[in-house]
């Protein structure tokens, strides 16, 4: 088979770099002239290649073919092409491109599918503008209403909706724009890892198996005040070092969990007085769990909850602990990841089955419909920063699965 190319793929992510607000890096906020411009060079490309454009509502763009209509269920592909301050050029932009690069070899190789073709953009995935991550994917399967949207706003107080407006932009508004089964059958997505599992494993193609659960606490330790040099050691109530035994503790039981791939951080921590010569009194800090195994999670964040109380009790500080953010593991859809593991395969491109521990439009996608995704490896695994980078060759290959699984997933029962 004639593969996708590895030069009209860099092509298009240069120039989609270039869609920026001066650097560092790339700046691509959501509903910014650089993002629309962005958006348009997309549209110029299937233009070319008789697609048409929707802008939905929530400022999420759909691409398909003039004469396949918007009735019937498509299989699509998607990502964005929002960007964080000083951020990558692949970060979303890879998946947007790998969709365009899927619509030109429909073509050229005219490969004809059982089901329409689509493409879709989700804007502000990286909440970097109003706030709110996945804002546009949410709004997409009726996660967030126009309400919600109009209440987000940016830094500068324009609302979500208003800067959508102020583009001038058409609005589509059938059925509200919102998508489900009955309007697309198959979304995949491919993205950078972001990480270093497929660059350390020396393989292609991650097919990722589901998307992790987070929970997120805020654990405060109040202790006693005191002189540094006065106090004994036996009459403290320390909470830096209550603080430091937990810390301790969320990356043994991540590390012991049963799944092997829970991860727990303690990325935030808030000390005071913080100085030299007092023992602290009250020390702040966040707690990240993750897994993609909704049981495990549980029981992890229920031993580090055990393990808080017991250094609380055992050291005589008090802890209090707040649930801050939660979300549920999403699995995503067995039927499409096998179409992925046959087209691999077929193809003799090396794959590793593997979770992804970063949220993606297709977390938001996987609620209402089957989705699935793949995973390109990022060159040291970096990424929401200048040097973010992924070969162009590495995303071809993507395409190329990606390509024979959509083949598969848009064949029709019966
Ligand atoms: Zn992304």
Redesign the pocket.
């Known amino acids: 088979m004639v593969g996708a190319s590895a030069e009209r793929i860099h092509q298009d992510i240069e120039t989609i770099a270039n869609c920026s607000s001066p650097g560092p890096g790339t700046n691509r906020l959501s509903f910014t002239p650089e993002y629309w411009a962005a958006v348009d060079y997309v549209a110029a490309q299937m233009a070319a290649l008789g697609y048409e454009r929707k802008t939905t509502p929530h400022g999420n763009t759909r691409f398909r073919r003039r004469e396949a209509g918007w009735d019937e269920p498509a299989v699509a592909v998607g990502?964005?092409l929002d960007a964080v301050p000083q951020g990558g050029r692949f970060?979303?932009v890879a998946?947007v491109v790998a969709g365009v690069e899927i619509a030109r070899l429909l073509e050229d190789l005219d490969v004809r599918l059982g089901r329409p073709y689509e493409l879709l953009i989700c804007a502000e995935?990286?909440g970097a503008r109003f706030g709110s991550v996945l804002a546009g994917s949410k709004a997409l399967v009726g996660r967030l209403t126009q309400g919600d949207l109009a209440q987000m706003t940016d830094a500068g107080g324009t609302s979500y909706l208003q800067a959508l407006g102020e583009t001038g932009e058409p609005v589509w508004a059938d059925q509200g724009g919102v998508l489900g089964a009955a309007d697309v059958a198959a979304y995949y997505e491919l993205?950078?890892e972001?990480s270093v599992v497929l660059e350390t494993a020396r393989v292609p193609i991650g097919i990722v198996q589901g998307i992790v659960g987070i929970r997120q606490y805020r654990v405060t330790f109040s202790g006693v005040a005191n002189h540094a040099g006065a106090t004994p050691m036996r009459l403290r109530a320390d909470s830096l070092a209550a603080a430091a035994q937990a810390i301790a503790s969320v990356e043994a039981l991540a590390t012991a969990a049963a799944s092997g791939l829970t991860v727990g951080t303690v990325g935030m921590l808030v000390n005071e007085p913080n100085a030299a010569n007092v023992i602290p009194a009250r020390t702040a800090l966040s707690i990240d769990l993750r897994d993609t195994d909704a049981a495990v999670l549980e029981e992890v964040a229920e031993r580090v909850l055990e393990r808080i109380a017991r250094i609380a009790e055992e050291r005589q500080v008090r802890a209090q602990v707040a649930l801050t953010a939660e979300s549920a593991p999403v699995v995503l859809s067995s039927r499409l990841r096998g179409a992925l593991v046959r087209s691999a395969e077929r193809q003799g491109i090396g794959y590793l089955e593997m979770p992804s521990g970063?949220v993606?439009?297709a977390l938001e996608i996987a609620r209402v419909m089957d989705a699935a995704m793949i995973f390109v490896p990022s060159i040291g695994g970096r990424s929401h920063c200048p040097e973010e980078d992924t070969p162009c060759e590495a995303v071809a290959l993507g395409v190329d699965v990606l390509l024979g699984a959509i083949q598969t997933a848009s064949a029709r029962a019966g």
């Open positions: 990502s964005h970060d979303g998946g995935e990286e993205h950078i972001q970063a993606h439009d």
